[in-house]
């Protein structure tokens, strides 16, 4: 049965030339299943292929958009760049410096650059006085947390006012008549400023001292936590006590750091030179004033 419909397999297979014309070559006569049609061989490199050019011109007229739209943006801000550069040139011919308030960073208020405007070996010193006028900003704010604590249990407002005015003249006081000198003295070598610095920053110890202390001189002395009146509460309530004797630790530190400050602000002071300046300077001051 198997002779009668299988195809003999030992028998010689017809050879075909695979290089040969697609439509020449014969079907093989031992295949039960018919030759497919040929094809031409151009993968479709011949065919032509539809596009819709209404897309590619609205998208090309938007590129052409929106690059102009950058254009006008970026000559306006070169617009800008060069007028703040007139300024600053301006300016500078005049004699007037620009300072960009840039601390703190969340709010700028002030211009304060240690790193790039005052000199290396004194950045050091500059920023351990911008550590001690943040403590003051610490001992006045910690200060009214005190007597406010006392004001609740029965210590009177009046000493919480006087809390108050402490922080509210005591914060920009100190930036503006002892911080900003010593700043300005070692970046511009002003004599002056550093002779403004020592006066006002003397002021600022002597109050720090007595704040530490703070004696019964004013309502009792009650509206500065120092060392009188914690011993003072304790003995009536013992938080608000703990709250001034926090208080009078802070005064101390703020003393101590402030007077080793000053001392080396000095030896700096005399071995530059600018004594002898601050004083040629006052002298020409009092001639002017005289005449």
């Given at each position: 049965m198997a002779n009668r419909y299988d195809p003999n397999p030992f028998a010689e297979e017809e050879e075909v030339n695979p290089f040969a014309n697609p439509g020449s070559i014969p079907p093989a006569s031992n295949s039960r299943l018919s030759p497919l049609p040929p094809e031409p061989v151009g993968f479709g490199y011949g065919r032509t292929v539809d596009i819709p050019l209404d897309n590619d011109r609205s998208g090309t007229q938007n590129l052409k958009k929106?690059?102009?739209?950058?254009?006008?943006k970026e000559a306006e801000l070169r617009r800008r760049e060069q007028d703040v550069k007139r300024r600053e040139d301006a300016a500078a011919r005049a004699g007037?410096?620009?300072?960009v308030?840039?601390?703190?960073?969340f709010f700028p208020l002030i211009h304060h650059d240690i790193a790039n405007e005052i000199p290396v070996h004194l950045q050091r010193l500059q920023y351990v006085t911008f550590a001690t006028y943040l403590g003051l900003v610490l001992c006045l704010f910690w200060n009214i947390i005190a007597v406010t604590t006392a004001w609740i249990k029965g210590e009177g407002v009046t000493?919480?006012?006087?809390?108050?005015?402490?922080?509210?003249?005591?914060?920009?006081?100190g930036y503006v008549l002892w911080y900003r000198p010593l700043y300005r003295a070692f970046r511009t070598d002003s004599a002056l400023s550093f002779g403004w610095f020592f006066l006002f920053y003397m002021l600022?110890?002597?109050?720090?001292?007595?704040?530490?202390?703070?004696?019964?001189?004013?309502?009792k002395g009650k509206s500065l936590a120092g060392i009188l009146p914690a011993v003072d509460v304790l003995s009536g309530n013992t938080l608000?006590?703990?709250?001034?004797?926090?208080?009078?630790?802070?005064?101390?530190?703020?003393?101590?750091?402030?007077?080793?400050?000053?001392?080396?602000?000095?030896?700096?002071?005399?071995?530059?030179?600018?004594?002898?300046?601050?004083r040629r300077e006052a002298a020409r001051g009092a001639l002017r004033a005289a005449v």
């Amino acid at each position: 049965m198997a002779n009668r419909y299988d195809p003999n397999p030992f028998a010689e297979e017809e050879e075909v030339n695979p290089f040969a014309n697609p439509g020449s070559i014969p079907p093989a006569s031992n295949s039960r299943l018919s030759p497919l049609p040929p094809e031409p061989v151009g993968f479709g490199y011949g065919r032509t292929v539809d596009i819709p050019l209404d897309n590619d011109r609205s998208g090309t007229q938007n590129l052409k958009k929106k690059e102009k739209e950058l254009q006008a943006k970026e000559a306006e801000l070169r617009r800008r760049e060069q007028d703040v550069k007139r300024r600053e040139d301006a300016a500078a011919r005049a004699g007037v410096n620009i300072e960009v308030k840039n601390w703190p960073p969340f709010f700028p208020l002030i211009h304060h650059d240690i790193a790039n405007e005052i000199p290396v070996h004194l950045q050091r010193l500059q920023y351990v006085t911008f550590a001690t006028y943040l403590g003051l900003v610490l001992c006045l704010f910690w200060n009214i947390i005190a007597v406010t604590t006392a004001w609740i249990k029965g210590e009177g407002v009046t000493i919480w006012l006087l809390a108050v005015i402490y922080f509210i003249a005591g914060v920009p006081g100190g930036y503006v008549l002892w911080y900003r000198p010593l700043y300005r003295a070692f970046r511009t070598d002003s004599a002056l400023s550093f002779g403004w610095f020592f006066l006002f920053y003397m002021l600022h110890i002597l109050f720090s001292v007595f704040a530490a202390v703070a004696p019964p001189v004013v309502f009792k002395g009650k509206s500065l936590a120092g060392i009188l009146p914690a011993v003072d509460v304790l003995s009536g309530n013992t938080l608000v006590g703990i709250f001034y004797f926090i208080g009078f630790a802070f005064f101390c530190l703020e003393s101590v750091v402030s007077i080793w400050v000053i001392q080396q602000v000095y030896m700096y002071f005399r071995g530059s030179g600018k004594q002898d300046e601050l004083r040629r300077e006052a002298a020409r001051g009092a001639l002017r004033a005289a005449v």
